[in-house]
């Protein structure tokens, strides 16, 4: 019996090595980058990490541009337990997460620079720098993932730019709902009135969300962890005023149509800012029906994939299950880089 305890006692830690490496490979190095870029002629920094999957299924010549969305930071790609940018980093594909220009480490210029084609411009010189061996590696094929704002970032840059290999366009959609758009822009006010950002003076174009407001705005009728929900209230971040156009530019213009690159659309099925008006906002009950309504915004050869993720609203990282919509980025990048190489 000594002896069986003790076999099952190391069987018991084997295990729980497995399992730790397979949620989080210890063989993952991250590394800050701070890129000199220019906008509209003004000297700027993108900061940005850079993490890497070392070991045999590394997918060394591809890499994801992560973007996340207004008054959201790059810790939207980390969140705790269920983390899209670990998960990636597990199927062997490098990220690489930037603070948008106005958030986070990245510069905070007069707000009044920072619009959806200013922004899609910084991208865009992170996408040549990825290419160009400025992170410390070349990468051949570069994909962007946004999430709301930055998946019209993301957007405008593939369609005006034409240099990425493929968008995964998340919390987005070319038919808002308009109502639930109204309710988010009534919520923001000037970042100075904030106990979070009042200390740094910034000029009143820099808006925030106002407390207490997050989880109906951006995760119901989900139901995260209230531990998530806190950290989401207390990490919230910028969105300059003048950004609110950038939705519009990206959904209301042709930039979509000039897009070359595959794409694939992940919305929540409950998502209030773009779904679920009977007529007047899309459709995200199915995938099916999310391409449906997607296709005709989108160029007749390019190649339109769908996800969605059930039960949850705008924040889908957030999702408890959203390890489900992970894995399916996962496959479709798989595809993605095979037709590259």
Not at 106 to 121: D, F, I, K, R, Y
Not at 149 to 165: C, F, H, K, L, T
Not at 200 to 227: E, I
Not at 249 to 273: F, H
């Amino acid at each position: 019996m000594r002896r069986l305890r003790v076999g099952l006692t190391i069987m018991a830690l084997a295990l729980t090595c497995v399992t730790s490496a397979q949620a989080e490979p210890a063989a993952t190095g991250c590394t800050a980058h701070d890129l000199p870029a220019r906008v509209a002629g003004v000297p700027v920094t993108v900061h940005g990490t850079l993490c890497r999957p070392t070991g045999r299924a590394y997918k060394k010549a591809a890499v994801q541009l992560l973007l996340a969305g207004s008054t959201y930071g790059s810790d939207y790609w980390d969140v705790t337990g269920s983390s899209y940018r670990r998960a990636m980093n597990a199927a062997g594909y490098a990220t690489l997460s930037v603070d948008r220009l106005g958030t986070g480490g990245s510069s905070h210029p007069v707000s009044t620079l920072l619009t959806g084609e200013s922004q899609a411009e910084a991208v865009h010189q992170v996408v040549r720098a990825l290419r160009a061996g400025r992170f410390g590696r070349r990468y051949d094929t570069v994909i962007t993932v946004g999430h709301s704002y930055g998946s019209a970032i993301a957007m405008i840059e593939a369609g005006r730019y034409r240099d990425v290999d493929g968008a995964v366009l998340t919390g987005i959609s070319h038919r808002p709902n308009l109502a639930q758009a109204v309710a988010l822009i009534a919520s923001l006010y000037p970042a100075n009135l904030d106990r979070r950002f009042a200390a740094r003076r910034m000029d009143p174009g820099y808006l925030t969300t106002r407390p207490g407001t997050r989880y109906r705005l951006f995760h119901a009728p989900g139901h995260p962890a209230q531990s998530l929900v806190d950290a989401d209230e207390r990490g919230k971040e910028l969105f300059a005023a003048t950004e609110l156009e950038g939705v519009a530019e990206a959904t209301l213009t042709p930039y979509s149509r000039r897009i070359e690159a595959p794409v694939l659309l992940v919305n929540g099925t409950g998502d209030p800012l773009f779904c679920g008006a009977p007529l007047l906002a899309t459709r995200c009950s199915a995938a099916d029906r999310l391409t449906a309504d997607e296709r005709p915004y989108y160029g007749p050869r390019v190649r339109l994939d769908a996800v969605v993720v059930p039960g949850y609203g705008h924040s889908i990282n957030y999702a408890p299950n959203a390890g489900e919509y992970f894995a399916r980025v996962t496959r479709w990048t798989d595809g993605v880089v095979a037709a590259h190489t």
